[in-house]
Nanobody, 123 residues
Framework: VQLQASGGGLVQAGGSLRLSCAAS????????MGWFRQAPGKERDFVAA????????DYAISVKGRFTISRDNAKNTVYLQMNSLKTEDTAVYYC?????????????????WGQGTQVTVSS
């Protein structure tokens, strides 16, 4: 599976962005999907995850209520809608697939990774 993340950019605090993760080479319809982010000088952290059906989601406490993960299996794409952005949301955002039957928050549970898209939130 090849994953291509897009939609990042520069936005002011309080603004919104929608990230997309388009898959090719194989359907992601059988995978749970996750978004992670890595700020400069920090480890990569879990942001959100969604089951392969799209019916269940999980969020890091820092983004809960502001971010929404969703998917369109017909388009082989996963989305991350980010609202009320804060400067601390600045990071490179990565999407990834998980073959686990449960929603996971650790990197080792994810197999295929996209290349990342930069999100910069200015004050």
């Amino acid at each position: 599976v090849q994953l291509q993340a897009s939609g990042g950019g520069l936005v002011q605090a309080g603004g919104s962005l929608r990230l997309s993760c388009a898959a090719s080479g194989r359907t992601i319809g059988n995978y749970n999907m996750g978004w992670f982010r890595q700020a400069p000088g920090k480890e990569r952290d879990f942001v959100a995850a969604v089951t392969w059906t799209g019916r269940m989601t999980d969020y890091a406490i820092s983004v809960k209520g502001r971010f929404t993960i969703s998917r369109d299996n017909a388009k082989n794409t996963v989305y991350l809608q980010m609202n009320s952005l804060k400067t601390e949301d600045t990071a490179v955002y990565y999407c990834a697939t998980s073959a686990s039957g449960l929603l996971r928050r650790t990197e080792r549970e994810y197999g295929y990774w996209g290349q990342g898209t930069q999100v910069t939130v200015s004050s």
